[in-house]
């Protein structure tokens, strides 16, 4: 089945640092989106991308819709001891089921 | 923005027994939600896709005999363990898209944390 391979699988950063992660498939997606989710909750949404070489911003956040179609990278700026927690990339297919795949998540560390 | 509630956050149950979750969208309607299923430090394993008004559509491996699924209305749909047993022990999240448009995109509840002794 598809797969999305997201790296890092865990950070650990000092506060103030910026962090990248990324995912990628060998599937071509429709929209790409980015959620965190923190112990014991549900995943928030972060970023949505729709559209290939698409850049879009939320505060610190930043992330893009590879220009293939097959990737997506997050950037956190200027990060805070909040930022703490797993981030996963969920991709959906051009068939439109509707159901997301996930990468495997990343989690994040700060030391303040 | 779009609100997803699920309830309960947790609960504590005897083997044997059937628990049910609910999960609504409180600000939109949604004619499809997701039910999935985290082990800890893994990602979201999706069990099963909920469609308002028809029958789920099951993922490979998922019995939906153990599962049951129901979407009564746009806005609420349930998801029962029958005869729940200590490996059905799991933190469950249910998701609504949104339909609105051409993009889609999924909102979480805050999961179930189902612990069967």
């Known amino acids: 089945g598809q797969q999305l391979n997201q790296s890092p699988q865990s950070m650990f950063i000092q506060e103030g640092e910026d962090v990248s992660m990324n995912c990628t498939s060998s599937s071509i997606f429709n929209t790409w989106l980015w959620y965190k989710q923190e112990p014991g909750e549900g995943p928030v949404l972060l970023i949505a991308?729709?559209?290939?070489?698409e850049l879009t911003s939320n505060g610190r956040l930043t992330a893009q819709f590879g220009i293939t179609r097959k990737d997506s990278f997050l950037n956190i700026s200027a990060s805070i001891p909040s930022d703490v927690g797993i981030y996963f990339c969920?991709?959906?297919?051009?068939?439109?089921?509707?159901?997301?795949?996930f990468g495997q998540g990343t989690t994040l560390q700060v030391k303040p | 923005g779009a609100v997803v509630s699920q309830h309960p956050s947790r609960v504590i149950c005897k083997s044997g027994t059937s628990v049910k979750i609910e999960c609504r969208s409180l600000d939109f309607q949604a004619t499809t939600m997701f039910w999935y299923r985290q082990f800890p430090k893994q990602s979201l394993m999706l069990m099963a896709t909920?469609?308002?008004?028809?029958?789920?559509?099951?993922e490979q491996g998922v019995e939906k005999d153990k599962f049951l699924i129901n979407h009564a209305s746009l806005t609420l749909s349930t998801l029962t363990v029958t005869s729940a047993h200590p490996e059905d022990s799991s933190f469950y999240i249910c998701?609504?898209?949104?339909?609105?448009?051409?993009?889609?995109?999924?909102?979480f509840g805050a999961g179930t944390r189902l612990s069967v002794l």
């Open positions: 909920s469609n308002e008004g028809s029958k789920a559509t099951y």
């Open positions: 998701s609504a898209d949104t339909t609105g448009g051409f993009y889609d995109i999924q909102y």
């Open positions: 969920a991709g959906q297919l051009s068939s439109n089921t509707g159901k997301l795949i």
């Open positions: 991308l729709y559209k290939a070489g």
